[in-house]
């Protein structure tokens, strides 16, 4: 079954930290690019971090220098470190990748003030 299943979502206070994974399956992990997007109530899904399957990065200047996207090709996992939280990172998080063009259900990240 080709699938995209996220964990790790929750509630943080501001400043706090979360590490978002999402696991694989039924893909050819190591050929795909990865991303994480994310969506919060009245706005449009955005870009959040992307990897590709050589290890290249790229953010959105909005989470650049705090978050950190990577990926564990034996694992068939992709993650996302996120530090120093705000309330405005507060959203569904969504995993996805390109091969074929697959989401994850969203997992729910909660950033207090």
């Known amino acids: 079954q080709v699938q995209l299943v996220e964990s790790g979502g929750g509630l943080v206070q501001a400043g706090g930290s979360l590490r978002l994974s999402c696991a694989a399956s039924g893909i050819i992990f190591s050929i795909n690019v990865l991303a994480w997007y994310r969506q919060a109530p009245g706005k449009q899904r955005e870009l959040v971090a992307g990897i590709t399957n050589g290890g290249n990065t790229n953010y959105a200047d909005s989470v650049k220098g705090r978050f950190t996207i990577s990926r564990d090709n034996a694992k068939n996992t992709v993650y996302l470190q996120m530090n120093s939280l705000k309330p405005e990172d507060t959203a569904v998080y969504y995993c996805?990748?390109?091969?074929?063009?697959?989401w994850g259900q969203g997992t729910q990240v909660t950033v207090s003030s």
């Open positions: 996805n990748a390109n091969r074929p063009i697959i």
